[in-house]
Structure formats: C-alpha cells, structure tokens
C-alpha cells in the first residue's frame, strides 16, 4: 500500500459508489474523440490559432473560444514529454504491475495526453527503468474490444493486464464522540441525551454541542422511548426501511427532549396516524440490537389519549 | 481597498491517524478557541471550506454548522474549496463596508479514505479520472518535468523534506514525522513517501477584521495588503509544468513578494517549494514553511488557510514584517492563490 | 458603501430530463455563451467566474471549478465554486455580485448548474455513512410534515397546493425554457394524481432537471457600455441557520424572516407587496408558495394561503409569483436558485418575453435549500439605487 493510504488495517465500513455508474454524455468534440478511438484513430481538433489539441476539448484552453470543427489525425506515434513511475500500483490503477504515468504528445499535436505506460514485467516496488526517459517515443496499445473511452488504449506500449477503473471510494469512518456514545446507549436499549447549560434543553441524538447556543455539552440524560407525534408525512414511495406502502415519517418529540426526530411509525393504518399522536420505540430483538439506531424499527402508538396541539405547536 | 486584517488564527493539534472524532467534533474547540481569543461571539460574516468526498457523503457543511453556534441565524456562505477560499470570499464581502469582522473555517480527515484517490475525483471525467490517475502520480509527472528542465538533483528533493520535518517537530500543532530514511523506495517516482504530505485530520479558523475594529480585537493585526487566485488550463498535458503562471500572476496581482521574510506556501510535494520559489521569485533569504508545512501536517481543506494563518502568526507574534502565504487546488498547482500581509497597514 | 453592481447578461439552456446531446462543459458554456451574447462580450472580457452547484455526488465530478476552469474561459483568472445546498444558485449569484460591490472586478461570470441525468438524485442527496441517526430518507419525506403543520397551524384548505400547482404550470407554458409543459393543467388534473408523500400529490412537486444558468454582472462603467437594460442590484443577502434544535420553527424559518428583513433594508422596501412587482421565490412542493408569503412579510402569519387562493400571486395578479413557472416547472436543482435570480432580472430589464409582467420595476430573487435552512435572495430593479 502506498504511504500516503490510510494506515488502518481496519475493514472499510461505508463504501460511495453510484450503482451501475455515471451515466456521461460527452457532446460533439468529445464523442467525436471517442468515436474515432473506437475506430482506432487518433484525432485532434484545431483551434482557431491554429494549435491542434489532444485531447480534444470543445474550447481553446487559453481563450474558452470554441474550437474549430476542424478533427485531425495526430500520432500514432508520440513523445513523452514527462513521467512519473509507480513501483506500488493502486487499484484503482489501470496495471496492477510497476507503470509508468506519462505526458504523450502525438505527432502532429500541440498538447499532451495523460496515459498509462507499461514497460514490461516488473517486481513490485521496482525502480523506474533505465529506458524510460522524457523523449521517448511510445505508440499506443489498443484493447481488442473497444467501447468508446479513453480506456480504448490500454496503455502505451507492450503486454498488460486490464483492469476496471470503477468510482469506489471507501471509508473508516467514525461518527464522533458524541455519536459514538449515543450509539452505545442505543445498542443497550438506552436513548441518551445532552442537557445545554446555556437554553436548558435536552438535544437528542446528543452531539457534545448544543447548535442553537454554540456551547459543548456534556451532562447526559437518559430518555424514555415514548414520546409524541408532532407532525408527519404519509409517504407513498417504497423506502428500504419501512414495512410497507404507503408508511408515516413523522417528527417525535421524546418526552423530556427539547427536539424531535425524524422517524418512522407503523402499528396503525397511515390514514389515521394524528399529530399529537402518543408513540413508543418498538424495538428489535434484544439479541439483534447492534450498535445501530436500527435496533429501533418504528415507533407505534401507546393508545393513550393524545396531547392537544397547543402543547406541541411550539415544536414544529 | 478597505484595509482588512487577520486578527485571530486557531487550529487543532492535527493528528495523522483517526482520533475517533467527526469532522465537527474537531471543529468546535477551534471555534470556542478563536471566540474566546477575539472576544467576538458573533460575526458580520461567515465562510467555510469543506469537501463532501472526505467522508462520501453530502452536506458536510451543513452538520459543521452545529459547531459555530448559527443562532440567531447568522450571514454565512460556503465554497466546496480549501478554506483559503472562504477566506478570499470574506476578505472581498468585508470590502463593502457592511461589516467588520468575518469567521472563516476549514476542516478535513483524510484518514478515512485513501486521499490520492479521492482526488481522482476532481479531475476531468472523460479523459483523466477513467485511468485512474491518482494526486500522487500526476505530482510526481510535474516533479519529472521541473527537475529535468532544470537539471535538479532528486536529493533536493530529501533536503526540502528534511526541513519540513524538522520544523514539523518543533510546532505543536503539525505531527511530529522521523526525519526521512536514506533508503526509502519510491512512492510514486521521483516523489518518495517524504515528499508526500502525510495522511493528516485537522481543522483552523481565522477571523478577519476591517479596520479600526482589527486594531482593537489584535494588539499587531496582520494586514493583508494584497490578496489575488489565479487558475490555469485543468489538463496537465495543456500546461507547461515546468512553471507556475498562475502563481506569478496572483502575486503580482496581489502586489508582489517584494520584501517579504517569510513564505508559508501550500506544498503538498516536496518539488512544489521549488516551482513555488521560482514563481515568487523569493530569493534564499526568505524562510519557507517554518511550521513545516504541509509536508509536516496536511489537513485538507484547512491547509491553504492554515498556510495564511501560520503566515499571519509571524507577524502577530513580532517576528516578521511582511510575509506571503499561498494555496493551492487542482492537479499539478493548477489554481493558486496568493496573500501578502505586513504589520503596516497599506493606504490601500 | 457598496459600488453599484448591475446584471448584463443572462443565459438559459432549456430544461429538460436529460441532455444527452452535451457534456458538462457543454452544458455550462450553453448558457455562459448566451449570457455573453446578451452582454455583448466574449470569454476574454471577463475577468472572474464564480460557479454553483449542489453536492458533488450528482455527477461524481469533485470540485468541479477545476476541470470546468478552461471550459469557463478561466485560464489566468480568478475562478470559485459556491456550495450552500439548495440555495446555492442564489447564493453563487451574491458571491458573484459581491466581487463587483467590492470594486475588485469589473466583469464576472457566473454560472449555476445540475445534470441530474447524470446519476440519481434521491441517491445523491442521501447516501449516508454507518453513523447516521435518521430513519428517513428522501427530501419530500423530510418537507411533507413541515406542509402538514402549516396546514394545521393557519387553517388552509386542502385545495390550495393544487392552485399553486395549476398557476405555477400554466405560467411554464409561456416559458420556453421551462422543462414541464402539459397544456390543459387543471386542478382536476393535479388532484388526480397520487399522493407521494401524503399531504403532497406528485404534480404539486418539482422535476428533476437538466440545465445550468449564467450571469455576467457588471460595474457601473461596463453597465454603461452593455448593449442591452441592465438590472440593477438593490441588495443581496444570506442567512444559515442549524438543521435541529430545540425550539426550531421549521414552517416559519427565522433565516428566512431575518435574510428578508436585510435584503428589503438594503434596497429600502417596507412593505414588500406593494413595493416588489414580481417575484421569483424557490417553491419545489406547491404548498412552499402559501409558506414563504408569510416568510417573506408579503401577509401575516397565517394569511398567505388566502393571497394564492385570491389569485394575487397569478400573472395577472397584484404580486406575481413565479411568472416563468418556478422550480415546480424546472429544477436542475444547484441552478434553480440562481434561474430564480435571472428570471428576477429578467423581468426588470423587460427581457422576460411571453411571461413578462408589465411595467416590472422591482423584482424579487429568492432560494433555499437544506433543511429549509439556507436562505439567498437579491432585490433587482430597473433603476440604479
């Protein structure tokens, strides 16, 4: 791994990634660049100083003026104008063997791309080969199938291993003291909250500050799990984590807390969930509580009498 | 221009590994520190610096917020840049002579994430983040080129380094990093593992101040007699990489480097002091990164502000006169912003 | 004082559900273009540019200032990226104003965007880490209680986030930018769709949108030399304000009370109806209309549902609200704050074409975003303050 990762040997425990990818529309210039590479050309386009840019973008970089609609072939053959040589490949990096990261000017272009460069085989945390010098001349090497993308070359110059370039970040992420805290009380079926010194309230899910005072917090207080609806929605779009269509998000108020929380309530029909509602947790299985809100699956109603909405006004 | 200054500057003790807090939990002690230092609780105005990839998720402004006590609901604006950014954003809003003070912040954990790949995120996304290309290599295509153009020795490379730490260690706020092995591989070649800035979390805020109301939050105000962001063609292969254009233009925009005894200067690899120096054309007099620099603590989105506010400390503390800080964004030093201050306040 | 900063230039591209036709900079440099040719400048006239948008998850493209520099013609010049959530367009707008009112630049370029086709918005608005608290998701989860409480709290009656709806669509029709277009909106039409987020129906909510939007704004010596009316900057204002605490009124925001409150200061309004002549105000669920009435001091609490059921907030009313069909019509979410900016200026400078509202002297821009949290909004008008 390189030195600049995390040095956590910590499993990653969120993971970005939009599902099935991007979906990009690159426009004339660019789709007009990958069309030729799928085809196996290289093109540049001309602008209106005459310059030939590769890539090709759809404006002088100098000037933002449109370039022209002049394509031209460049290349195969290119310059490396600079390099740089991983020894430890990433892997999110085209070759998971020792490359090169090279500047490559096509003849007949003004401009330089960014492409892999593979040199051969190598050991792991190799040093750069003597051979690989600015100045070198490299030609491109093109994937048998091509789609349409800059990965349309594999790399410049011999054998290599594809691999996929996907948008996958991860992450040890961690929620905070306060959050950390929280969560711990929840996984012992505890709802713990800050009391600010400044306003008095009790803020639920505690987060060591109090937002509307600016002050830390930390006198801790435990909540029941039963509290009162102040207001809701009647959500007739799936969700994950609701039981089923349509469901009821509605703002709780815990009793003793100075702020509701957005949460789910089911046990009773959408259409007669009221504001003013009296709810309570309904929890998950003791032995399946984790350290997740998730341990609490809705709130359902407690049957008491609701409360009148004067007392609740000041709270949505 | 209306003379503004920085008055206060505070930042976290950066840790290089995950010390269990969120972003906003390592905000709020520096927002507490710099109101109880300037004795202001509330700000004419307030900006941010911030980016969502840190933690792969949106809105982490939104929840930094809790931290800065926006109650009454204050006047605030945010950039997804380095905080260096907000900074500029407040410095132009205190322009108009509406209000006196600003609070500007910046935060970051990259400990969560592999940061170099993170950073493939930004680059274009037809051509550049579908290779996979990582901060770290593209830094290490511009090292190749600055160091052949100019037929530097690699081993510079490990002097620059070598200070950084050196200086790391003797300011609390940056880690404390062993000076650099003789024989350490290459990360990315030329760049090895200590010209790479290191895995840091982190956050800063500075609160600037125009005028009359500077003079009295700050005993010696670090006024900012110029202050100019430049970018240049996003595509390295666009670009001669040799040079920083953009840098020189801001400077000079920002009034030049002229005089200057020190320069706190956004170098995320050890090659950018040398391309940085050249394009200030600050000469070997002039103390470069004495808190170590990024290279000694790289908190991202605080590090260009930090960068002003290391920079601002000289002059607060008495020991400069006039000193330049600067910030980067992009691949390859392709956005630079550049700041001049001195304890005399210009006529504008 | 501030210098006096005026609006030159103004760019749309059509809204639409995908433009598959352009890239991203393609995108942007559409409506930067028109806001040029409206100008009657080019790239190199323009001496910075400050773009918005909302998170950078929509199209995966991180601090996207970087690669759109040169797209933006912004090599050797200042470029910034604004990000406020849904209020962004607004408040990118006032950034960029701001650098005029400092008297540091002359000409700047703004732009504001979203290519939601790119991705998928529920998606990119709520992915969430292993620590989160919430057991909800979705923004019409989120707003449909708050439209709840408002309908309890002043009385209103059910049909009124229709109006808005119906109003909001038959005014897109003489808009031809706008991306929602169905001839014939009635409120039979609107009630018989379903019920997506109970008390909201699906056509009483906004599109997702592809589309960017552009300004250039100028100094008083480049006003001068512009080829068409400039619109001249009153005032211009944000407020933010935390998302949950205790004592919080979410239907009536103080941020959005206390930014109106400066804005109309700024640009000498005390009495918001009558002085303003039309306003473009963020509305993306219907029932925001009768809401932000009140929020913005055009009635009293609890009265604003009976300015949109009396039809003052109809083109033809006394306060037009929403005359190019508003956000409801078309929403490419990080530039619908700033469309609402532009449409403003628009109107002031007599540009808005088939939904112009005559004799517009004064025109209100309004956006919000977050958890009804973030507030911009400038006040243009047709004089020089």
């Keep these: 791994m390189p030195s600049s990762d995390v040095p956590s040997s910590e499993p990653t425990n969120h993971v970005l990634e939009f599902p099935g990818g991007y979906t990009r529309s690159v426009g004339p210039v660019i789709g007009r660049f990958l069309s030729e590479l799928r085809d196996g050309r290289l093109k540049g386009v001309r602008t209106r100083t005459g310059r030939v840019l590769f890539p090709p973008v759809e404006y002088d970089p100098d000037t933002g003026d449109d370039v022209t609609d002049e394509f031209v072939d460049v290349g195969p053959v290119g310059t490396v104008t600079s390099w740089s040589w991983v020894p430890n490949p990433r892997k999110t990096h085209p070759l998971d063997r020792p490359f090169a990261w090279a500047l490559i000017r096509p003849d007949g272009a003004d401009t330089a791309l960014l492409h892999a460069l593979d040199l051969g085989v190598f050991e792991l945390g190799a040093k750069p080969p003597r051979r690989l010098k600015t100045g070198m001349r490299v030609r491109p090497r093109w994937r048998a199938e091509r789609v349409g993308g800059i990965g349309d070359i594999e790399c410049f110059q011999p054998e290599v291993t594809m691999i996929n370039a996907p948008s996958r970040l991860e992450y040890r992420l961690q929620g905070g003291r306060a959050l950390d805290r929280f969560l711990e009380g929840v996984e012992q079926g505890k709802i713990l909250g800050h009391r600010c010194d400044v306003c008095g309230q009790v803020i639920v899910p505690m987060k060591g500050l109090c937002p509307k005072d600016g002050v830390p917090t930390s006198e801790e207080v435990e909540l029941p799990d039963t509290g009162t609806v102040t207001t809701f929605a009647v959500n007739n779009l799936p969700d994950p984590r609701a039981p089923e269509v349509p469901f009821v998000s509605a703002y709780i108020l815990l009793d003793g807390a100075g702020l509701t929380m957005l949460a789910l309530v089911a046990g009773i029909p959408a259409d007669q969930v009221r504001m003013g509602m009296r709810v309570r947790a309904a929890w998950r299985p003791r032995e399946e509580w984790t350290r997740s809100m998730a341990n609490i699956r809705w709130f359902e109603p407690t049957g008491e009498p609701d409360v009148p909405f004067d007392e609740i006004k000041d709270h949505i | 221009m209306r003379p503004v200054a920085v008055v206060a500057f505070a930042q976290t003790r950066h840790t290089g590994e995950d010390a269990g807090l969120s972003e906003t939990e390592l905000l709020a002690p520096v927002i507490t520190e710099i109101k109880r230092r300037t004795g202001v609780t509330r700000f004419g105005f307030t900006c941010s610096g911030s980016n969502d990839y840190l933690v792969g998720a949106p809105f982490s402004f939104v929840s930094a917020l809790d931290a800065v006590g926006a109650w009454p609901p204050i006047s605030e604006s945010h950039v997804e840049m380095d905080a260096a950014w907000a900074l500029y954003e407040a410095w132009v809003k205190l322009q108009h002579g509406e209000v006196d003070t600003a609070l500007v912040y910046g935060f970051g954990k990259t400990s969560q994430a592999a940061y170099p790949e993170v950073f493939t995120q930004s680059l274009d996304p037809y051509y550049l983040a579908p290779l996979g290309v990582d901060q770290v290599s593209l830094a290490a295509l511009q090292a190749r080129a600055y160091l052949e153009h100019t037929r530097t020795d690699e081993r510079r490379l490990r002097e620059i380094a070598a200070k950084a730490r050196a200086d790391g260690r003797a300011n609390p706020s940056a880690l404390h990093l062993d000076d650099p092995g003789d024989d350490d591989g290459y990360e990315v070649a030329p760049l090895r593992p200590h010209d790479v800035a290191p895995v840091t979390d982190g956050a800063a805020a500075i609160v600037l101040a125009a005028g009359d109301k500077a003079r009295e939050l700050a005993e010696r105000p670090a006024w ?125 | 004082m501030a210098n006096p900063c005026a609006v030159i230039g103004v760019g749309q591209t059509a809204y639409k559900t995908k433009r598959p036709d352009v890239s991203m900079a393609g995108l942007l440099r559409e409506a930067a273009r028109r806001a040029l040719d409206d100008a009657g400048l080019t790239w190199t006239d323009i001496d910075a540019v400050v773009i918005g948008k909302a998170p950078d998850l929509f199209e995966g493209v991180m601090m996207p200032e970087g690669y759109l520099a040169d797209a933006l013609g912004a090599s050797g010049k200042p470029i910034m990226r604004v990000h406020t959530a849904g209020s962004v367009g607004g408040s990118t707008a006032n950034v960029a104003a701001s650098l005029v009112q400092s008297g540091v630049h002359d000409r700047v370029l703004t732009v504001a965007w979203e290519k939601q086709s790119e991705s998928n918005a529920t998606w990119a608005l709520t992915v969430s880490g292993p620590y989160t608290t919430s057991l909800v998701v979705g923004a019409g989860g989120y707003f449909a209680p708050h439209i709840r409480a408002y309908m309890r709290r002043s009385g209103a009656p059910d049909h009124i986030g229709t109006l808005v709806a119906v109003k909001d669509r038959e005014n897109a029709l003489k808009n031809p930018y706008a991306h929602l277009k169905i001839p014939g909106i009635s409120r039979e039409m609107v009630e018989s769709t379903p019920m997506l987020w109970e008390p909201i129906r699906y056509l009483e909510t906004c599109p997702s949108s592809d589309g960017a939007c552009a300004m250039v704004l100028a100094s008083e010596d480049a006003a001068k030399r512009a080829p068409n009316k400039p619109a001249w900057v009153h005032g211009t204002a944000m407020r933010s304000e935390p998302i949950f605490f205790a004592g919080r009124d979410t239907v009536n925001p103080q941020g959005g ?86 449409e403003a200026a628009l109107q002031v400078r007599g540009m808005a074409g088939e939904h112009q509202v005559d004799g517009a002297r004064r025109a209100l821009g309004h956006a919000y975003g977050g958890g009804a949290q973030f507030f911009a909004m400038w006040i243009v008008g047709s004089d020089k303050p």
């Design chain 3, 257 to 342: 009370i206390d930014c109106a409150a400066d804005v109309y200061r700024q640009a000498g309004i005390t009495d918001p109806r009558r002085e303003i002549d039309v306003a473009e105000v963020y509305v993306p669920f219907s029932w925001y209309e009768p809401m932000w009435l009140e929020n913005l001091g055009f009635c009293g609490e609890g009265e604003g549902w009976k300015l949109t059921e009396g039809g003052a907030t109809a083109l033809d009313g006394d306060i037009p609200w929403n005359a190019s069909g508003g956000v409801l019509s078309s929403n490419p979410i990080g530039a619908s704050g700033m469309i609402r900016f532009a």
């Design chain 2, 224 to 348: 900012i007699t110029g202050i100019d962001h430049r970018g240049e063609p996003h595509q390295p292969g666009f670009r001669d990489l040799t040079s920083s254009p953009s840098t020189r233009l801001a400077a000079a925009k920002a009034g030049g480097a002229d005089g200057v005894e020190v320069a706190e200067l956004h170098t995320q690899f050890s090659h950018e002091e040398l391309i940085l120096r050249d394009a200030l054309d600050l000469g070997d007099g002039v103390a470069v990164n004495p808190s170590g620099g990024p290279l000694a603590a790289n908190p991202v989105m605080a590090t260009g502000l930090i960068r002003i506010g290391e920079a601002a400390a000289r002059i607060s503390g008495g020991t400069a006169g006039r000193v330049l800080a600067h910030a980067t964004s992009g691949p390859c030093l392709q956005q630079n912003l550049v700041c001049v201050m001195s304890g005399e306040q210009s006529d504008g």
